[in-house]
């Protein structure tokens, strides 16, 4: 399965994403702009997806990869 975030960097994306995905419940709530819950709804599913799946296409495209973050190389 393809990988691109490192454990670390998955458990930052899922904590953002559920804040996001609250964050566009409050504004529901408060009857701000659909313009504002909307964005906080689509950056907090994207974030929470590519959280628990642990690959992000935009990381890809940038060629960002921090799966091997932390892990020690075979010649140290």
Do not use: H, W
Not at 15 to 20: D, I, P, T
Not at 62 to 67: H, L, M, P, V, W
């Amino acid at each position: 399965m393809l990988c691109n975030l490192s454990a670390l960097d998955r458990g930052i994306r899922v904590m953002m994403g559920l804040g996001c995905v609250g964050g566009g419940l409050l504004a529901t709530q408060a009857e701000l702009s659909g313009l504002v819950s909307g964005s906080a709804y689509v950056m907090g599913f994207y974030a929470l997806a590519s959280g628990l799946i642990g690959f992000c296409p935009m990381c890809k495209v940038f060629g960002i990869d921090t799966c091997g973050f932390g892990k020690k190389k075979p010649n140290d």
